[in-house]
């Protein structure tokens, strides 16, 4: 089984800085990025992956107030190892999301009205923006990692395969099928949790 390791505390291994202020509004702005062979190598280290072969992220930028609204167009293949015949195959990811990123004060107010609204209203969470910029190439790595199939099944593997539960964006699960999977409440949720586990004043570490 793999695993995945988002957090890092060194520069990342695919990072596409985007100078948000620079954009105009009203001027949607549409970046392209391919990570190096050099990165894919690093990213397959991190995402403890047995190899990762591509990674192409489109990202489209429009100004919205205190800060951006992004729409990521994400692709990539790697090499997996199936857990039926446990023969390695060639996987791949293709997944489209949506998501703001936004700069204090405004950050802090969609974040609190995220917490007064109902689960069912399946907003995004959105992303902090600092000094104006964003790495796109790290949001789309989480983006992407989150994305993989931890139980991954070529498609020459015998028998059906097991109904997954799909994250809802608000928490909760639903049947696959029911609902559609989504990478960032998985982070959401997983920030959440950290969140409660650690005393009010305290430190995480």
Known sequence: MTG?????????EFSRVIEIEAIEPG???TFSYAATPAECAALGRRLQQEQILSLEVGVTVTRVRGGA???FDLSGRLIQTCVVTNLRFEASVSEIVEVDALA??????RLAALDAAEPEDDQ???????DGRLDAGELATEYFSLAIDPYPRSPEAPGEPVEREVFTLRGGTAPEGKGRE???AKLA?????M???TPEGGDAS
């Open 189 to 193: 949720a997983l920030k959440q949790r």
């Open 69 to 71: 609204h992004l729409v």
């Open 124 to 130: 995004e969470p959105p992303e902090q923006l600092v």
């Open 195 to 197: 969140d409660t586990d």
């Open 182 to 184: 989504h990478p960032f």
């Open 4 to 12: 995945t390791d988002t957090t890092s505390a060194q520069t990342p």
């Open 104 to 109: 204090e004060p405004e950050y802090s107010r």
């Open 27 to 29: 001027e949607p702005r």
